[in-house]
């Protein structure tokens, strides 16, 4: 079962956020000041440089787990019948964790004897 992201794709989006957030906090001409004048406000751009980074971090990270795209549904976790099958597209579903909203993709099945509808894994 494929991941659907590769290591190197997933590296770049990661470092392209933490670029950005870099620049924002320490830009790189000279000629832009720095915020903040107290180790509090130095202690909040860290932290607000950290949670986007982290969460993108955990969204690539979950792109590149193995069973992150299945090719077939599997048995329904409901009945136990093995007349399913892969509904069309991926769903994207918000997770909440500590460093803010984890958006991450999901497959979904149904199955033909109960209608019941789950999210497919490898067995």
Not at 14 to 43: C, M, N, T, Y
Not at 79 to 101: D, N
Request: charged letters at 25%; aromatic letters at 4%.
């Amino acid at each position: 079962m494929p991941a659907t992201r590769t290591r190197e794709a997933a590296r770049e989006r990661v470092r392209q956020v933490f670029e950005s957030a870099l620049d924002r906090v320490i830009p790189l001409d000279p000629g832009k000041p720095l915020r903040g004048s107290i180790f509090a406000d130095f202690e909040n751009q860290a932290y607000g440089v950290g949670n986007p980074v982290v969460t993108t971090l955990m969204e690539e990270r979950a792109k590149l787990e193995l069973n992150a795209s299945v090719c077939g549904a599997g048995r329904c976790p409901h009945c136990g019948a093995e007349r399913t099958y892969l509904e069309q597209g991926r769903q994207s579903m918000e997770v909440r964790s500590p460093s803010g909203a984890v958006v991450i993709e999901k497959q979904n099945a149904r199955c033909r004897a109960c209608d019941g509808s789950f999210s497919p894994s490898n067995a």
